[in-house]
């Protein structure tokens, strides 16, 4: 991967999953996020916390312990 400079974003609880349903998705807000702070000019973002299974899925964090996460976590990274 060719970074187009070395300001790397570390990755931050925003929370804005919670305001999607089942309060675990991306959302358009979170999407907007990353894009605010890429103009800024990070040259890598990483996003924030993502529960891997449903027993440690934390409130307001994002999730990828079912399929129907799949779509969100696509749109963010195009």
Avoid: Q, W
């Avoid at 570390?10 to 804005?16: F, L, R, V």
């Avoid at 916390?49 to 749109?75: H, N, Q, R």
Wanted: avoid cysteine; charged fraction near 30%.
């Amino acid at each position: 991967m060719e970074l187009k400079n070395r300001v790397v974003m570390s990755a931050i609880g925003t929370h804005e999953s919670v305001e999607s349903e089942g309060r675990k998705s991306v959302i358009d807000k979170l999407i907007a996020y990353h894009v605010a702070r890429a103009k800024d000019g990070n040259g890598l973002n990483t996003i924030e916390v993502t529960a891997v299974d449903k027993a440690s899925a934390p409130f307001g964090f994002l999730s990828i312990t079912e399929d129907k996460y799949i779509e969100g976590f696509k749109k963010l990274n195009v």
